[in-house]
């Protein structure tokens, strides 16, 4: 049985994190499925969704406002959902140009609940979201919308990048693991469908919001797939590019509350079930619920070589898994400058986040408010 437990965590952890993107690899030589693109121009709705943002909201408003597309085809929307500091004031100025639309909430319910609310009064064809936090290259607005020329698109993901890496104590970390994440979903798109958003820059037809339950977490998850079970492909272009500070990105607390949303997102998979989306389905079960359950096979790894230590091979099995942890607990006490090392601390603490996820997905959900 130790055996059985040893090789089946094992073959978890490796098709996930291996196996699976070199299948994607080999099916998307066979199967591609292109977006007709077109350069378009539709009248798009630049959501900004804001709590707490005085910080970088100005910089964000200029930067927008400098965005290469038309200026009557575009307004930009401040979602700010009950915010305390100077928010509201900052934007309040630039609104007063004209350009500028600001949903001032008085209570800090959460981004869905926000967005819910201020959905039916966008004006664009196309809503795009972008994080208070990131910032756009000029010709992003523009490369985006064009996927909307296929009317098979639904929703459309820009690609972002991490800048100032060295700056974060996990920053280079996190954006390897972001570009690891951004090919797969290059994969995924190529296929058929990505199964989320980068939440520093995606677009939907503003007709086809799916008004999420407003306690949801993780916006650029959710939305898109609810587009995908209505019959519409969510595709990605990493021509739109969004850059965030890798300060931004970074902190145990993040991932925690990503992994609550992934927890939540397990309810999304009755839906591609019941009305097969097949491609989608696969690459749910693969992609984000393997992702779940690799937390599991790694503990489950390592108690059952425990029991198998009289064998050779698994007692050189056991010293290596020995010898990965040693790195971690280094990379945790004394933060090295080495991006290698630094690589098995980052990959065990968003897989520890896992755990914390899960509590408060099941026992806490009220705790995790949009702050």
Known sequence: MAAIVFWSSLAVVLYVYLAYPALLRILAVFFRRPVAKAPILPSVSLVIPAYNEQRVIEAKLRNVLSVDYPAEKLEIVVVSDGSTDATNAIVEKYASAGRVRLFAFAQNRGKIAALNDAFPHLRGEIAALSDASSMLAPDALRVLVSSFADPSVGAVSGLYRVRRQREAELGEQEGFYWSYESWLKTLEAELDSILGAHGSLYAIRTKLYPFPEPGAINDDYIIPVRIIQKGYRAVYDTRALAYEEALEMTGFKR???????????????????????????????????????????????????????????????????????????VGALWPVNSRLLRLPYYFCMINAAAFFGLYYALIARRKMAWK
């Open 255 to 329: 991932r925690i509350r990503i992994m609550t949303g992934n927890f939540e997102q397990l309810s999304e998979l009755r839906p591609l079930i019941w009305h097969p989306r097949w491609l989608p389905l696969f690459f749910f079960l693969s992609h984000k619920a393997g992702r779940l359950a690799v937390p599991l096979a790694m503990l489950a790894l390592f108690a059952s070589n425990i029991f198998l230590l009289a064998q050779p091979f698994y007692l050189a099995a056991w010293i290596a898994q020995l010898l990965f942890y040693g790195v971690v607990v």
